[in-house]
């Protein structure tokens, strides 16, 4: 699938991938110019986002990870290492925050309890804190903490273009899930209400799953946010 419909990229291009039998939205976005590229939680299914990076003749800078849970991070050790044997040099994988880390050092053992292959546990390059800004294909991406579906989750923004991944913390019409034991509902909601609705109207956001919104109608019409 291909988001040829956000309105402004600022000169990038985007497309997402759904990848694994949980449908979670791969999102790679790069320079046309430079044919260079950035991979949003590849949660799997490597020989896809491969091929798709192959078509488009991009090259991967780094990928990142907006928090530890196997269907956005279970692909992301396995891309990295085919990436460093296609293209040489290193592939950094950069993200969530380090309150993530247990997760990603089960995503294994969360894979066998679904029957699922091909995933794998992270070690990342390195963490990511909020406030924080990267620079990412000549662009600043702003990070930002946005607890509650998982502690160390985060957003990146890009408040050039206008967009921002945001993982699973904001849905279309709903919001990300907290029924885990280290879930916090509330939290979440305060987290969404004080970091990314002030981000503004026209911010179109890239969730996990699902399609494309904004911060606007999520704001006049999600029945978790009234």
Not at 71 to 81: E, F, I, S
Not at 105 to 116: E, F, K, N, T
């Given at each position: ?18 990848v ?41 800078d ?45 995503i ?12 794998g ?65 509330p939290?979440?909601l ?7 609705l ?29």
């Amino acid at each position: 699938m291909s988001l040829s419909s956000v309105p402004d990229l600022a000169g990038l291009e985007l497309a997402v991938v759904p990848v694994t039998a949980f449908g979670q939205n791969c999102s790679i976005l790069w320079d046309p110019a430079t044919r260079y590229a950035v991979v949003v939680d590849p949660g799997g299914d490597v020989p896809v986002l491969l091929h798709a990076l192959a078509a488009r003749d991009l090259t991967v800078d780094c990928i990142l990870l907006t928090h530890g849970h196997l269907d956005h991070a279970g692909g992301a050790d396995a891309l990295r290492n085919e990436l460093v044997r296609l293209q040489g040099g290193t592939v950094p994988i950069i993200g969530p925050d380090a309150r993530d880390a247990f997760l990603l050092s089960d995503i294994a053992a969360q894979a066998a309890r679904y029957g699922l292959t091909g995933m794998g546990n992270v070690t990342v390059d390195r963490y990511v804190t909020d406030g924080e800004i990267l620079p990412v294909l000549g662009r600043s991406l702003a990070v930002l903490h946005v607890p509650g579906h998982t502690p160390g989750h985060v957003v990146f923004h890009d408040p050039k273009a206008g967009f921002a991944f945001v993982g699973d913390t904001l849905f279309r019409g709903s919001v990300g899930r907290t029924d885990f034991p280290y879930g916090n509902g509330p939290q979440l909601l305060q987290a969404i209400t004080d970091r990314l609705l002030p981000l503004g109207d026209e911010v179109t956001i890239l969730p996990g799953h699902g399609d494309m919104t904004t911060i606007g109608a999520e704001r006049r019409t999600n029945p978790f946010l009234r």
